[in-house]
T-cell receptor
Protein backbone atom coordinates (compact mmCIF):
# COMPACT_ATOMS: atom_id res chain seq x y z
CA UNK A 1 0.00 0.00 0.00
CA UNK A 2 1.10 3.52 -0.72
CA UNK A 3 1.73 5.98 2.11
CA UNK A 4 2.23 9.75 2.11
CA UNK A 5 3.98 11.59 4.94
CA UNK A 6 3.93 15.31 5.65
CA UNK A 7 6.24 15.87 8.61
CA UNK A 8 5.44 19.56 9.15
CA UNK A 9 2.04 19.99 10.83
CA UNK A 10 2.43 23.78 10.76
CA UNK A 11 4.56 26.30 8.90
CA UNK A 12 4.64 30.08 8.82
CA UNK A 13 6.20 32.57 6.44
CA UNK A 14 6.43 36.32 6.13
CA UNK A 15 4.40 37.84 3.35
CA UNK A 16 6.42 38.09 0.10
CA UNK A 17 8.95 35.49 1.30
CA UNK A 18 9.43 31.93 0.07
CA UNK A 19 8.39 28.78 1.91
CA UNK A 20 8.88 25.08 1.18
CA UNK A 21 6.49 22.37 2.33
CA UNK A 22 7.81 18.81 2.56
CA UNK A 23 6.24 15.54 1.45
CA UNK A 24 7.62 12.03 1.20
CA UNK A 25 5.86 8.93 -0.06
CA UNK A 26 6.40 5.24 -0.24
CA UNK A 27 5.60 3.05 -3.23
CA UNK A 28 7.12 0.22 -5.19
CA UNK A 29 5.50 1.43 -8.41
CA UNK A 30 7.27 3.50 -11.04
CA UNK A 31 4.37 5.17 -12.87
CA UNK A 32 2.19 7.44 -10.76
CA UNK A 33 1.05 11.03 -10.23
CA UNK A 34 1.67 13.36 -7.31
CA UNK A 35 -0.44 16.35 -6.36
CA UNK A 36 -0.54 19.28 -4.01
CA UNK A 37 -4.01 20.42 -2.97
CA UNK A 38 -4.87 23.55 -0.99
CA UNK A 39 -7.75 23.64 1.50
CA UNK A 40 -8.59 27.21 2.60
CA UNK A 41 -11.01 27.97 5.45
CA UNK A 42 -13.92 27.33 3.07
CA UNK A 43 -12.69 23.70 3.14
CA UNK A 44 -12.95 23.14 -0.60
CA UNK A 45 -9.98 21.19 -1.96
CA UNK A 46 -8.28 23.16 -4.72
CA UNK A 47 -5.67 21.67 -7.02
CA UNK A 48 -2.39 23.58 -6.81
CA UNK A 49 -0.02 21.54 -8.94
CA UNK A 50 0.57 18.03 -10.25
CA UNK A 51 3.61 16.02 -11.29
CA UNK A 52 3.82 12.96 -13.50
CA UNK A 53 6.41 10.54 -12.16
CA UNK A 54 7.77 9.75 -15.62
CA UNK A 55 8.67 13.40 -16.19
CA UNK A 56 12.06 14.52 -14.92
CA UNK A 57 11.21 18.20 -15.22
CA UNK A 58 9.71 19.74 -12.11
CA UNK A 59 6.20 21.15 -12.52
CA UNK A 60 5.57 24.87 -12.06
CA UNK A 61 2.37 26.93 -11.85
CA UNK A 62 3.05 30.65 -11.48
CA UNK A 63 4.39 31.14 -7.91
CA UNK A 64 4.15 27.43 -7.11
CA UNK A 65 6.79 24.89 -8.03
CA UNK A 66 7.80 21.43 -6.91
CA UNK A 67 11.07 19.68 -6.25
CA UNK A 68 10.44 16.10 -7.32
CA UNK A 69 13.15 13.63 -6.31
CA UNK A 70 11.95 10.23 -7.54
CA UNK A 71 14.78 8.15 -6.12
CA UNK A 72 14.38 9.76 -2.72
CA UNK A 73 10.56 9.60 -3.00
CA UNK A 74 10.34 13.24 -2.09
CA UNK A 75 7.90 15.85 -3.46
CA UNK A 76 8.22 19.29 -1.87
CA UNK A 77 6.18 22.39 -2.74
CA UNK A 78 7.80 25.81 -2.96
CA UNK A 79 5.65 28.91 -2.74
CA UNK A 80 7.40 32.09 -3.85
CA UNK A 81 6.32 35.64 -3.02
CA UNK A 82 3.86 34.37 -0.40
CA UNK A 83 0.52 36.17 -0.27
CA UNK A 84 -2.12 36.40 2.42
CA UNK A 85 -4.44 34.33 0.23
CA UNK A 86 -1.99 31.44 0.37
CA UNK A 87 -2.92 30.76 3.99
CA UNK A 88 -4.51 27.30 4.07
CA UNK A 89 -3.98 23.62 4.76
CA UNK A 90 -1.84 22.03 2.09
CA UNK A 91 -2.17 18.34 1.32
CA UNK A 92 0.21 16.18 -0.64
CA UNK A 93 -1.48 13.31 -2.49
CA UNK A 94 -0.42 10.23 -4.47
CA UNK A 95 -2.36 8.64 -7.32
CA UNK A 96 -1.74 5.21 -8.75
CA UNK A 97 -4.03 4.04 -11.50
CA UNK A 98 -7.52 5.56 -11.59
CA UNK A 99 -8.75 4.74 -8.14
CA UNK A 100 -8.14 6.56 -4.92
CA UNK A 101 -5.92 9.44 -4.00
CA UNK A 102 -3.78 8.72 -0.96
CA UNK A 103 -3.39 11.87 1.14
CA UNK A 104 -0.92 13.03 3.74
CA UNK A 105 -2.14 14.57 6.99
CA UNK A 106 -1.57 18.12 5.80
CA UNK A 107 0.52 21.20 6.66
CA UNK A 108 -1.16 24.32 7.97
CA UNK A 109 0.47 27.38 6.39
CA UNK A 110 0.20 30.76 8.09
CA UNK A 111 1.19 33.96 6.29
CA UNK A 112 2.54 36.70 8.56
CA UNK A 113 1.74 40.23 7.28
CA UNK B 1 -20.79 27.38 -14.81
CA UNK B 2 -19.20 23.96 -14.97
CA UNK B 3 -18.41 22.32 -11.69
CA UNK B 4 -19.27 20.01 -8.85
CA UNK B 5 -22.04 20.87 -6.40
CA UNK B 6 -22.75 19.28 -3.06
CA UNK B 7 -25.81 19.75 -0.90
CA UNK B 8 -26.61 20.48 1.76
CA UNK B 9 -23.69 22.45 3.14
CA UNK B 10 -24.57 21.33 6.69
CA UNK B 11 -26.57 18.23 7.66
CA UNK B 12 -27.75 17.03 11.04
CA UNK B 13 -28.47 13.39 11.73
CA UNK B 14 -30.41 11.91 14.60
CA UNK B 15 -29.54 8.56 16.11
CA UNK B 16 -30.76 5.67 13.96
CA UNK B 17 -31.51 7.88 10.98
CA UNK B 18 -30.27 7.45 7.44
CA UNK B 19 -29.25 10.61 5.61
CA UNK B 20 -28.29 11.23 1.99
CA UNK B 21 -25.65 13.64 0.73
CA UNK B 22 -26.02 14.93 -2.80
CA UNK B 23 -23.23 15.28 -5.36
CA UNK B 24 -23.84 16.56 -8.89
CA UNK B 25 -21.38 17.43 -11.66
CA UNK B 26 -21.87 19.00 -15.08
CA UNK B 27 -18.30 18.42 -16.25
CA UNK B 28 -19.22 15.29 -18.24
CA UNK B 29 -16.80 13.34 -16.06
CA UNK B 30 -17.08 9.56 -16.02
CA UNK B 31 -15.56 8.87 -12.60
CA UNK B 32 -16.86 10.09 -9.26
CA UNK B 33 -15.60 9.62 -5.69
CA UNK B 34 -16.65 10.13 -2.08
CA UNK B 35 -14.07 10.97 0.59
CA UNK B 36 -14.36 11.52 4.31
CA UNK B 37 -12.19 14.02 6.22
CA UNK B 38 -11.77 13.93 10.00
CA UNK B 39 -10.01 16.66 12.02
CA UNK B 40 -6.24 16.56 11.68
CA UNK B 41 -6.35 13.95 8.98
CA UNK B 42 -6.20 13.71 5.24
CA UNK B 43 -9.03 12.38 3.13
CA UNK B 44 -10.05 8.72 3.09
CA UNK B 45 -11.95 7.08 0.23
CA UNK B 46 -15.44 5.75 0.95
CA UNK B 47 -16.73 4.70 -2.49
CA UNK B 48 -15.94 5.41 -6.12
CA UNK B 49 -17.66 4.88 -9.45
CA UNK B 50 -15.99 4.76 -12.84
CA UNK B 51 -19.15 4.32 -14.90
CA UNK B 52 -22.92 4.51 -14.54
CA UNK B 53 -24.53 1.62 -12.63
CA UNK B 54 -21.17 0.47 -11.26
CA UNK B 55 -19.26 1.38 -8.10
CA UNK B 56 -16.58 -0.03 -5.81
CA UNK B 57 -15.86 0.14 -2.10
CA UNK B 58 -13.01 2.26 -0.87
CA UNK B 59 -11.08 1.96 2.37
CA UNK B 60 -13.91 2.87 4.77
CA UNK B 61 -17.17 1.78 3.06
CA UNK B 62 -18.82 0.20 6.13
CA UNK B 63 -21.97 2.06 7.13
CA UNK B 64 -22.27 3.86 3.79
CA UNK B 65 -24.07 3.16 0.51
CA UNK B 66 -24.07 4.82 -2.91
CA UNK B 67 -25.84 4.68 -6.26
CA UNK B 68 -24.86 5.82 -9.74
CA UNK B 69 -28.02 5.87 -11.84
CA UNK B 70 -26.97 8.92 -13.84
CA UNK B 71 -23.57 10.07 -15.03
CA UNK B 72 -24.05 13.46 -13.36
CA UNK B 73 -25.07 12.22 -9.92
CA UNK B 74 -23.44 10.13 -7.18
CA UNK B 75 -25.40 10.38 -3.90
CA UNK B 76 -23.98 9.01 -0.66
CA UNK B 77 -26.23 7.59 2.07
CA UNK B 78 -24.91 7.48 5.61
CA UNK B 79 -26.79 4.67 7.29
CA UNK B 80 -27.52 4.04 10.95
CA UNK B 81 -24.81 1.38 10.83
CA UNK B 82 -22.17 4.12 10.62
CA UNK B 83 -21.44 4.65 14.31
CA UNK B 84 -19.24 7.72 13.99
CA UNK B 85 -20.58 9.73 11.05
CA UNK B 86 -19.56 13.20 12.21
CA UNK B 87 -17.09 14.39 9.57
CA UNK B 88 -16.62 16.54 6.49
CA UNK B 89 -17.59 14.75 3.28
CA UNK B 90 -16.07 15.65 -0.07
CA UNK B 91 -17.19 14.50 -3.50
CA UNK B 92 -14.79 14.50 -6.43
CA UNK B 93 -14.83 13.66 -10.11
CA UNK B 94 -12.30 12.97 -12.83
CA UNK B 95 -12.67 13.01 -16.60
CA UNK B 96 -12.51 9.36 -17.52
CA UNK B 97 -11.41 5.89 -16.69
CA UNK B 98 -7.98 6.12 -18.27
CA UNK B 99 -5.34 5.97 -15.65
CA UNK B 100 -4.00 8.72 -13.49
CA UNK B 101 -6.37 11.56 -14.07
CA UNK B 102 -6.70 14.58 -11.84
CA UNK B 103 -9.59 14.59 -9.41
CA UNK B 104 -11.55 17.81 -8.85
CA UNK B 105 -13.50 18.42 -5.67
CA UNK B 106 -16.85 19.87 -4.68
CA UNK B 107 -17.30 22.28 -1.74
CA UNK B 108 -18.17 19.56 0.78
CA UNK B 109 -20.91 18.72 3.28
CA UNK B 110 -20.45 18.92 7.03
CA UNK B 111 -22.39 16.14 8.80
CA UNK B 112 -23.14 16.44 12.50
CA UNK B 113 -24.90 14.00 14.80
CA UNK B 114 -27.53 15.37 17.19
Amino acid sequence: AQTVTQSQPEMSVQEAETVTLSCTYDTSESDYYLFWYKQPPSRQMILVIRQEAYKQQNATENRFSVNFQKAAKSFSLKISDSQLGDAAMYFCAFLLGHEKLTFGTGTRLTIIP
Amino acid sequence: DGGITQSPKYLFRKEGQNVTLSCEQNLNHDAMYWYRQDPGQGLRLIYYSQIVNDFQKGDIAEGYSVSREKKESFPLTVTSAQKNPTAFYLCASSPGTSKQETQYFGPGTRLLVL
